[in-house]
């Protein structure tokens, strides 16, 4: 049995101001994003990206993933809280972030980002949802060092005691989402990416690996104590997570059948696959 370190959430004092892990780590995935992005207009040309777009992109990426993180919160898991207390809403340094909703708000950046440039909405999409596992994962880590979000009790060898929760072995569900949502999601993308793909299947493996990973980590994830576990004895995790397997089913589908390559003549169609 393993005890949970217990660390400080504050990782730097300057003077007045504190830095806190959570903060950092959320930074830390950004410009690990933004590496990746860097690489990947390096070493794919037919994505015909400039770094000036890509670091324009990412504010949008930012805003959309604190806003709509926020916004998901208050509106899947609290909506009567905040209805009563909506100045709350703005407090954002009490926690209570959503990555559903950070997704839809990434979603609404891309699309606001296409209309804006010119693109399709896909091709940015394509290009975004490999560079998004660097803050699910660092954003994970961040939630191990805060102690939030535990596990479900367990009895595996490497259970961990959140003393701050109870003295019971909990699942560490953090670093599970850590490594498959971070980390092994963003391998199998950047290697899936790395070659020309049609249009759309990215984006189609994001929300099918996501959606999935999710799902199952959510078995050992501990629901949250104001909601519990909703109908047929699933989280909303689970619950949000469905549509994203059942939408990346529907547009991987829609991929291969329109053999539209990202980038190729401009965005034009390439020929169809017989």
């Known amino acids: 049995m393993l005890i949970h370190p217990d660390f400080d959430p504050v990782a730097i004092h300057l003077g007045p101001l504190a830095v806190r892990w959570y903060g950092l780590m959320y930074l830390i995935?950004?410009?690990a994003g933004?590496?990746?992005?860097r690489w990947r207009i390096r070493t794919q040309p037919w994505l015909h990206w400039t770094v000036e777009q890509a670091d324009n992109f990412l504010t949008y990426v930012v805003l959309g993933v604190i806003l709509g993180g926020r916004l998901g919160y208050v509106l899947f898991y609290k909506p009567d809280y905040y209805l009563a207390h909506p100045f709350d809403i703005l407090a954002v340094w009490q926690g209570g972030m959503s990555f559903h909703g950070g997704f839809l708000g990434v979603i609404l950046g891309g699309w606001l980002f296409a209309r804006r440039h010119?693109?399709?909405?896909l091709e940015?999409?394509?290009?975004?949802?490999?560079?998004?596992?660097f803050g699910l994962g660092f954003g994970r880590i961040g939630n191990f060092i805060n102690g939030e979000l535990p596990g479900r009790v367990t009895t595996v060898s490497w259970g961990m005691v959140f003393p701050h929760v109870d003295a019971l072995p909990r699942h560490p569900s953090q670093l599970y989402e850590a490594i498959l949502e971070g980390l092994v999601l963003g391998a199998i993308l950047l290697w899936f990416s790395r070659k020309q793909r049609p249009m759309g299947q990215i984006s189609a493996l994001f929300l099918l690996g996501y959606g999935s990973f999710?799902?199952?980590v959510e078995f050992t994830r501990e629901p949250d104590d104001f909601l519990g576990l909703l109908s047929l004895g699933l989280s909303m995790g689970q619950w949000l997570s469905l549509p994203m397997i059942l939408f990346?089913?529907?547009?991987?589908?829609?991929?291969?059948?329109s053999a539209i390559m990202c980038g190729e003549n401009g965005g034009g169609k390439a020929p169809r696959r017989k």
């Open 214 to 216: 999710r799902f199952l």
């Open 29 to 31: 995935g950004f410009l």
């Open 118 to 121: 010119g693109r399709r909405w």
């Open 124 to 133: 940015v999409t394509d290009f975004v949802a490999p560079l998004v596992t």
């Open 248 to 257: 990346g089913v529907i547009l991987w589908r829609w991929s291969k059948k």
């Open 34 to 37: 933004a590496w990746a992005a």
